[in-house]
């Protein structure tokens, strides 16, 4: 009997931490977190109502912000997730983007990896889109794997290297550089070749 106790306490155990594992794993062309590509909008609803967003011509960017402790908004750990129509009636998760450092890749790839970790975990990754503020201050450089259906943006000033700033999932196959100009962080920036 203390075995069986033991052996289903470890089964416990076991299960929860995969539960854990699963909710902060982003899975390139898939999933970030619990949020899926191609789920129906009205799955998003599990996260409440969105801090933030846009919508127009049947598309929509929702974004949810983490809370301080004096409930403020922490932009350090952001969600946004784009969506579009595909029939009349409904739209569907196309793009996922965390800032976060808790989620990860399999690989252990996230926000806060160093540009040459995510390429030699993803060496099928291009750079796709640049983009700099006027006073060249600040750039933002887009690498994406579109045979994974992943992309990774690295933030800089001049005087530092790239990290990943932020990772996005999109279908495999398409391009996550079709909706980057919508959303925060690209306000004032503008594209300039690579």
Known sequence: MRYLILFLSTLLFTLESHAQQSA????????IGQIKLEAPAQR??????PDGGDAAMMKAWRIWYSRKK??????????????????????YVKQIRVNSPKF??????????TLSAIK??????????????ANKA?????????QQGIAF????????????????VFDPGESA????????????MNPVEP
């Open 24 to 31: 902060w794993l982003i899975v390139p062309g898939q999933r």
């Open 177 to 188: 550089a079709g909706y980057l100009d919508f959303h925060v962080g690209f306000d004032l």
């Open 44 to 49: 998003l609803a599990v996260l409440g109502k």
């Open 153 to 168: 943006e690295t933030a800089n000033s001049r005087s530092r290297k790239p990290v990943c700033s932020m990772v996005v």
């Open 70 to 91: 004096d409930n403020s908004i922490d932009s350090t750990h952001m969600l946004a997730v784009f969506t579009a129509m595909r029939t009349q009636d409904t739209q």
């Open 138 to 146: 600040r750039r933002i450089a887009v690498y994406e794997d579109t």
């Open 120 to 133: 030699k975990a993803y060496p099928g990754i291009k750079l796709v889109r640049l983009y700099e503020t």
């Open 104 to 113: 990860k890749t399999e690989k252990g790839i996230g926000a806060g990896s």
